[in-house]
């Protein structure tokens, strides 16, 4: 399966009996799946049929799905009369008509001019059908975020795979020095010692065994090979393909966990520059890493 950024947009509209349906899907990185919807007045059934399409799609992000829709509900509306409250305004009107010896001038018209008396209500609509047109919109909507989504995902893996090359060549660079500098810092504390104690006798096996003690703390050689372990291990993850986020994410704390013992057992400028560009590699691949699902 192929890598997936965590941002996209997609959008399905359909047309039927004269209402225009509309869903628009927008996600975001996020280290979980936090799903918010908004439907429309009364299609709040259809949540859950919704929330299984969008997580069938989406293993974490921050999706956010809006289902709208206009146009002509007169098929589902429907006038109906209050019997019984325009009785009670007839029955009224009758009372004040003979307390008062006024005219009985009662309509049909007039008790419908009175509050309550027509009421328009809302039709039930048939979920089912409703539930064929809104799936086929929030599919047209998924899968066109899904086509955004897979595309970044593989700008995504292009920049990792460049980033992690120069990752690897720059611990060979290191790897590379290491005889060069012990030798260095052995000569450097021999000509220490010449000065600080001179005319003074020194055990040729002492002053190496001290030597010896010296290059073994500033031995990296389990930091490389462990850095070389997570570099296979991350090429691995980007051939896998997809869900492997929180995976890539892990690995990149390694490789910085192992960068910093590296660059405090070797106090070198030359080295010190090139953690230095490690670790701002890292943070780069940190951003990157981020916004894979």
Known sequence: MAIKSMTGFG???????????????????????????KLPRGYAC????ISKKVKDMHGRGRVDLLVSVSGDFSDQQEVKVNLALAAGYRD??????????LEKTITAQLLAAYPDVLVREQKDEDVLVVWELVEKIIDVALKSCDTM??????????????????FEKTI?????????????????????????????????ARLAQEIAVMADKTDVTEEIVRLRC?????????????GIGRKLDFLIQEFLREVNTLASKINDATVAHLTVDLKSELEKMREQVQNIE
């Open 172 to 204: 060979a660079g290191i790897e590379k020095n290491i005889p060069e500098l012990l030798e260095q810092r052995q000569r450097n504390l021999q000509e220490r010692l010449d000065k600080l104690l001179t005319n003074v006798q020194l055990d040729p």
């Open 46 to 49: 259809l949540e859950e049929k």
């Open 92 to 101: 009224a009107l009758q009372t004040l008509s003979e307390e008062f010896g």
């Open 230 to 242: 997570h570099i296979g291990q991350f090429t691995l993850f980007l051939a896998e393909g997809n």
């Open 11 to 37: 959008r399905g509209e359909l047309e039927k009996g004269g209402r225009v349906w509309t869903a628009e899907v927008r996600c975001v990185n996020n280290r979980y799946l936090d799903l918010k919807m």
């Open 149 to 166: 989504r897979t595309q970044e995902g593989a700008v995504l893996t292009a920049d990792l795979r460049g980033r992690l090359n120069f």
